[in-house]
Antibody
């Protein structure tokens, strides 16, 4: 049973745009800070963006700042990532993940299965 | 940014062996250290958070320890289903950063 599902990945040319979506049939997204984490082929994990519950706090990694925009719609239980000016090094599987937080811990809890973005001419 | 360095990058061990993976942070991260397991083609899954707290449903053969800058993930008796890549991650400061991963194979 898929509980968190990303969509919107695909093949795009350098300089192009793509919008990723993430939704959950099980978890109430409005209870969580949400994140995008990506993984280039054969490489490790890279956090790229997070958005707080009310969208008041938004953060980006330096690698995507100014090109990607994270947003959410709690009424639709959904998370989005608008990706512009895509480059070859943006090629990766993109995961959305909930953040579990308390005073003494903070970790990526529920992950989607990922969606592959390939940037190539 | 805080750099996380894992060692080794890969290892091969027999079923039943004790396996130890090390993670070092470039600065003190207190107890904000998590471990994830990722199997091929799958999303990562949290095993241990806050250095040593076992995530619900994770077998007790996985243990975490350490403090400050040096941390360890131990698999006390390696099982075939433990073949995976393991990542440490710090949540002490933004941006959250991951180690480069340790690939564990069965000998």
């Amino acid at each position: 049973e898929v509980q968190v599902l990303e969509s919107g990945g695909g093949l795009v040319k350098p300089g192009g745009s793509l919008r990723l979506s993430c939704a959950s049939s099980r978890f109430i997204f409005s209870n969580y800070t949400l994140n995008w984490v990506r993984q280039a082929p054969g490489k490790g994990l890279e956090w790229i963006s997070s958005i707080s519950i009310s969208s008041s706090y938004i953060y980006y990694s330096d690698s995507v700042k100014g090109r990607f925009t994270i947003s959410r719609d709690n009424s639709k239980n959904s998370l989005y990532l608008q990706m512009n000016t895509l480059r070859g090094d943006d090629t990766a599987v993109y995961y959305c993940a909930t953040l579990r937080v308390s005073g003494t811990y903070e970790y990526f809890h529920h992950w989607g299965q990922g969606t592959l973005v390939t940037v190539s001419s | 940014d805080i750099q996380m360095t894992q060692s080794p990058s890969s290892l091969s061990a027999a079923v039943g062996d004790r396996v130890t993976i090390t993670c070092r942070a470039s600065q003190n991260i207190n107890y904000y250290l998590n471990w994830y397991q990722q199997k091929p083609g799958k999303a990562p899954k949290v095993l241990i958070y806050s250095v040593s707290s076992l995530q619900s449903g994770v077998p007790s053969r996985f243990t975490g320890s350490g403090s400050g800058t040096d941390f360890t993930l131990t698999i006390t008796s390696l099982q075939p289903e433990d073949c995976a890549t393991y990542y440490c991650q710090q949540s002490f400061s933004s941006p959250p950063t991951f180690g480069g991963g340790t690939k564990v194979e069965i000998k």
